[in-house]
């Protein structure tokens, strides 16, 4: 474990901001959305869904992209 200033499981190419990921549980897709603080700290975590296709969770997910100020 290389990184020892590094907490939880956000990936590291995640920034200061709001991100969105595709989350597959079971026979279900959902969206994941959290807002990240500059110490990388997740706030404000969503789980929108089930879907039922990754397809689908992915446009969803674009879809909150494109709603970013």
């Known amino acids: 474990m290389g990184d020892e200033g590094r907490v ?5 190419s995640w920034t200061a ?3 969105h990921g595709v989350l597959h549980l ?8 959290a807002e990240l ?3 990388g700290q ?5 789980l929108d869904g ?6 689908e969770a992915e446009d969803r997910a674009k879809g ?3 709603s970013k100020p």
Not at 50 to 55: C, H, I, L
């Open 8 to 12: 939880g499981i956000t990936p590291k």
């Open 64 to 66: 909150f992209d494109s």
């Open 50 to 55: 089930p879907y039922t296709d990754r397809a």
């Open 17 to 19: 901001e709001r991100h």
């Open 37 to 39: 603080d500059e110490h």
């Open 26 to 33: 079971g026979k279900r897709w959902y969206v994941v959305s």
């Open 42 to 46: 997740a706030h404000g975590v969503r």
